[in-house]
Antibody, heavy 121, light 108 residues
Framework: EVQLLESGGGLIQPGGSLRLSCAAS????????MSWLRQAPGKGLEWVSS????????YYANSARGRFTISRDNSRNTLYLEVNNLRAADTAVYFC??????????????WGQGTLVTVSS | SYVLTQPPSVSVAPGQTAKITCGGN??????VHWYQQKPGQAPVLVVY???DRPSGIPERVSGSNSGNTATLTISRVEVGDEADYYC???????????FGGGTKLTVL
């Protein structure tokens, strides 16, 4: 069974930084792209970033370029997301997800349970 | 960038059919995926590549995609289907993975 477990969320002051982790199990981690998504309180889903299985190709939402960095450690079966200069608008539940499909047909399945990031002074 | 438009809400009585639409420019030429999200839970994929169902998703859940509209259809709606539903696709022109704004399905 595929399992994804996010960690690293919490209360962060504006301007601060954090690193989220997603521990994966139940599949060959290095063979699959992975993604980060987020959901602000009471709002819809937003894609943040994706990374290829080998880690050599990364993708970012236009809103995430510059402050977000996705990475992975295939020896540890772990996905990461670093966020700098946090803003109140970054307050959200952050989910990691395994990419499904190929080419222009990419979906997210399954998703982890998410970790809450609250940016506030 | 590419915009996906969903109705904010759809209401249906138990046993009836719910249709949730996802509008976009020539969306029929793209591959659309659908997610169900219940309160306090992570989203779950219910349809991928327009009309395929992951294992464990009942046959009464189906998808279609043509022209400027993709549709998620839930037949014989049950109280347990009450949730938010999101469409999603990859926009090759902008290299962005895009979500619709979500539709709250209420079972009356």
């Amino acid at each position: 069974e595929v399992q994804l477990l996010e960690s690293g969320g919490g209360l962060i002051q504006p301007g601060g930084s954090l690193r989220l982790s997603c521990a994966a199990s139940g599949f060959t981690f290095s063979s699959h792209g992975m993604s980060w998504l987020r959901q602000a309180p009471g709002k819809g889903l937003e894609w943040v970033s994706s990374i290829s299985g080998g880690g050599g190709t990364v993708y970012y939402a236009n809103s995430a370029r510059g402050r977000f960095t996705i990475s992975r450690d295939n020896s540890r079966n772990t996905l990461y997301l670093e966020v700098n200069n946090l803003r109140a608008a970054d307050t959200a539940v952050y989910f990691c997800a395994k990419d499904g499909g190929w080419g222009s047909k990419i979906w997210f399945d399954p998703w982890g349970q998410g970790t809450l990031v609250t940016v506030s002074s | 960038s590419y915009v996906l438009t969903q109705p904010p809400s759809v209401s249906v009585a138990p046993g009836q059919t719910a249709k949730i639409t996802c509008g976009g420019n020539n969306i029929g030429s793209k591959s659309v995926h659908w997610y169900q999200q219940k309160p306090g839970q992570a989203p779950v994929l219910v349809v991928y590549d327009d009309s395929d169902r992951p294992s464990g998703i009942p046959e009464r859940v189906s998808g279609s995609n043509s022209g400027n509209t993709a549709t998620l259809t839930i037949s014989r709606v049950e109280v347990g289907d009450e949730a938010d539903y999101y469409c999603q696709l990859w926009d090759g022109d902008s290299d962005q993975r895009v979500f619709g704004g979500g539709t709250k399905l209420t079972v009356l």
